[in-house]
């Protein structure tokens, strides 16, 4: 582990979340590693988390299951019990440490309440920290890296979790903070999440069933959820609920109208905090908190923060805060609750963004700005004129520009360049508060827009998703504060599968010092990271071609989980022990003039505590639901919960539990049987890729996959392979080879198949398809954790009779795992899958020292091919 001194805090929990994952995530909820492990490959769909994605879910969990939810000040204190690795890690300098006396709970109370000693050593980020009275933490991840999807993600598994476990210490609510229009549009994304892909079936189903989205509407006094009720998520604008007082301006109402407008707007934003305030277990997401966590930490924070306090005061159980940011910075100090960050480097490195480097343009240009629009509108047509995406979008560009009156003065330059061209200006699209063209706007991302350039006032940066936007300009000084340079600069970075193109950053001289001290202050990056930071990974899009392939008919062990034969034991259950009835108080008032103050409800007496009666069930419908639970006769089940209640006609709702967990325990009476059964299994599943409609009318199958850089020579596409394929292999395209062996095997085989073709009805190169969802050619074996996984080998040749040819290419260098480690649990469990079928399966494994197969290791796949 790196040196505490050096190391981040989320550098830390990084290392320890990913020992616990290798360790199989050992905790009291087992569940929490089904979830995960199906959310890395999940089983339906083509959708799945990305990297940064599941680094961050890894680690909420770690902080929430083995941590046990800390407060980030008393994880600081866990991590680094050494003081000087403490203050170290919390920014605070040794001269900071000194005043205050070498004592650690003098600097925070130092840090809390003496201004001027946190203003002189810089120490505001980390007065917010101490300042909260609840778990709170920051998931920093840069644009484009998926925030809205990770917010789903973990609201979904917490109450998947919940489901699993009532009895847990899990969400079971979820309030989605937007601190704006623009961002609450992009949020509903979340309705959008395929979190079939992100939970298992089992946890999927009850999920579906019981998850409630709600988003606030203009208009509406309160908010349509259930008092008390449970597994809503509610999106809302921070506008809308806080508690903070809204202003009122119109030149249209009086005074005093303008008083009773706010106090109608107050007592709605009340209304619906109350909702809020009623729901338990309760979690708070805060999506793009740097409006409110850093960057206004004077100003917005404060409104926001009073309004997640009453949630922790007034909630039943407020469970943690969640914050998602691209920036975690504040004046180039890291936020303290900071436990995951992905930057902009890193996405770009990661194939999430496009790449920048060597294309970010700084001008000086004085007071010619005329020239300056004039060079940038030639040099994006001259660069992207011909560049689209793959679905045919062509490339866009977005000018920003500090004023309207600016956009007006220079309009008239751009649309000479254009003509100049031969372009037609109506290609512009000018939006702003004198020009309000939303409906153009919002179409501008898409494919049918006319527009290929946007000048923009005050709109297009965060929440406007635009994957065709490949450049952007800003046009004079941008004075704007709260990282609008920043934002609008790096609009264009968003990236999509199948895209080489770079983007390009115009600018100023003076915006590109405001951009270079944004990136610093917020990403902790400079203009120098993103010019040398290289895409370490690309994505494209692969495409069923033969989408008509016969199935594999092959006998096969199918486990099903059965009840054994009924035995002798008799249930006995017990009546399990009451808790206590429930206490309410009633307190009495009386309407009265007080002196001190202006309330006139005076309590009149002691509060009195009323003892509840608890909620019953019948024991008709108690022996009911107990009985279709676990399976179990209900008259049986009746009898005996009538001699545990002596002939009492109700029992308690809070023995249901307890009564449950008895049956449990003596009725666990199944077992795993294995049988071998003939079965079709479908080489490629349709319904496993997105489908869509072609140009031509016709229906195609897609999906997206990604791939490390030094693989790209690996990707085989069937226009560049034609003349060696002919009409064998490819049913996608392309082909994504993991190394070169296995290009090389399949190379060698399509030249000798296509000598001898009479008897071959295809090879498939079917190892990058490691999904259920895609393919039914996997084969399951156990594990080294004695856990069930599955496995695709890497070909598959197939002849006109039906028999079939497995092959797996490894390198020499793994053939001690491929035999003695995991790989040997694979390499049995195919073999007793061939010795169940030896009329039409033979399987070989092929090691290779090299980069190419050696001829004569094909030999028996060659011979198969020749067979008469």
Known sequence: MADALTTPLYHRLNELATQWEDDGFPCEYSTVAEIIQWARLPELGSFRLRAPQLRALVIYWYLRLVKSTPHVVELYRELLPRKADLVKALGVSSEAFERADYDIDALFDHVKNDDPFTSKFHLEALRESLALAYPSYVLALAMGAGKTALIGAISATEFAMSLDYPDGPFVQNALVFAPGKTIIESLRQLAQVPYQCILPPRLYKPFAASVKLTFTRDGEKDIPVIRGSSFNVVVTNTEKIRIQKQTIRSRNLSQMQLIEREKQEQEIANLRLQAIASLPHLAVFSDEAHHTYGQALASELKKVRKTVDYLHENSPNLICVVNTTGTPYYQRQLLRDVVVWYGLSEGIRDGILKEVAGSIQAFSFDDNVEAYVAHVVGDFFADYGNVTLPDGTPAKLAMYFPQTDDVRALRSAIESKLAELGLSPTIILEHHTRNDNKADFDRFKFKDSPHRIALLVDRGVEGWDVPALFACALARRLHSSNNFVLQAACRCLRQVPGNTAKARIYLSMDNRSILDRQLQETYGETIADLNSSESRSLRTTIRLEKLNIPPLVVKQVVRTVVRREADDRELRLAKPEDTGQAAIKKYTYTVAEQKATYEVLRQVGDSVEIMAEPDVLGLYSAASELASVYRLDYWVLYDELCRVYAGA??????????????????????????EVTEVALALVRKEGFDKSTGEDGAECYTAEISYPVDRARLLASWDAWKDKAKTFGFHYDPYNFDSSPEMSFFEQLLEHINVHPAEIEDIYFTGALTSSGKTDFYIEYRALDDTWHTYTPDFLIRRKDGRCYIVEVKREHDRTHAID??????????????????????????????????????????????EA
């Open 649 to 674: 006609k109700d029992i308690p709702k809070a023995h249901l539990a307890e009564l449950a967990a008895q049956i449990e325990n003596q009725m666990r009476n199944y077992e795993v049987r294995e």
């Open 821 to 866: 480690g995991e790989g040997g649990r694979k390499d049995l469990a195919i073999q007793k899958w061939v010795g169940l079928n030896p009329d039409k399966l033979k399987y070989e494994l092929i090691f290779v020292k090299g980069d190419a197969v050696a001829h004569d290791e094909t030999k028996d796949c060659r011979e198969f091919v020749e």
